[in-house]
T-cell receptor
Framework: GAVVSQHPSWVICKSGTSVKIECRSL??????MFWYRQFPKQSLMLMAT?????????EQGVEKDKFLINHASLTLSTLTVTSAHPEDSSFYIC????????????????FGNGTRLTVT | AQTVTQSQPEMSVQEAETVTLSCTYD???????LFWYKQPPSRQMILVIRQEAYKQQNATENRFSVNFQKAAKSFSLKISDSQLGDAAMYFCAYRRKSGGGADGLTFGKGTHLIIQP
């Protein structure tokens, strides 16, 4: 089946540094990728929608200058947490939707394995 | 805005028994998708079952079935013959169809399912 690879699976960084998380679709092309954030024992919250070749769409309350998203190709989207602080520590998960012949709305979503970010 | 509500933070069931997880949602859309995802301790999101709103027939996947009540905006998941491997967090999720595939999922807060051996 379709695979979405997310890297790294975990990262520890110091406060003030930036961290880049990659989301790759390995065996399909993804027109749209989504980035979610999940705090411990809580639900997944959509942060932003990443569209290949265009600017990401951010959900209300998500700082676009802090969470930089780049979707430069149909198989790769990156999320960069800039000037990370301890409150940014969380589990970040991406998902991707395959390009379908007729339309993409009915394409299934495939999730990456997530990245656990710890900011010290 | 759409909202998804899971009113059961935790459920416990004996192995081989049946359990039902509740989910209600709110939307002004007439056509949309509903999902149940399983998240085991590995944190991998696994699709359990999916329902299209315009289909009146309840979706079924082996031991997993849903009771979709569109008028009541209810979408419960029934797990039959519960197995130890079913233990996980279960999330109910919604996505509208009109967004052309550009919409992410709206998740409920999840239900922690415990299987008693």
């Amino acid at each position: 089946g379709a695979v979405v690879s997310q890297h790294p699976s975990w990262v520890i960084c110091k406060s003030g540094t930036s961290v880049k998380i990659e989301c790759r679709s390995l065996d399909f092309q993804a027109t749209t990728m989504f980035w979610y954030r999940q705090f411990p024992k809580q639900s997944l919250m959509l942060m932003a929608t990443s569209n290949e070749g265009s600017k990401a769409t951010y959900e209300q309350g998500v700082e676009k200058d802090k969470f930089l998203i780049n979707h430069a190709s149909l198989t790769l989207s990156t999320l960069t947490v800039t000037s990370a602080h301890p409150e940014d520590s969380s589990f970040y998960i991406c998902s991707a939707r395959a390009v379908a012949r007729r339309s993409s709305y009915n394409s299934p979503l495939h999730f990456g394995n997530g990245t656990r970010l710890t900011v010290t | 805005a759409q909202t998804v509500t899971q009113s059961q933070p935790e459920m416990s069931v004996q192995e081989a028994e049946t359990v039902t997880l509740s989910c209600t949602y709110d939307t002004s859309e007439s056509d949309y998708y509903l999902f149940w995802y399983k998240q085991p301790p590995s944190r991998q999101m696994i699709l359990v079952i999916r329902q299209e709103a315009y289909k009146q027939q309840n979706a079924t996947e082996n031991r997993f079935s849903v009771n979709f009540q569109k008028a009541a905006k209810s979408f419960s998941l029934k797990i039959s013959d519960s197995q130890l491997g079913d233990a996980a967090m279960y999330f109910c999720a919604y996505r509208r169809k009109s967004g052309g595939g550009a919409d992410g999922l709206t998740f409920g807060k999840g239900t922690h399912l415990i299987i008693q051996p």
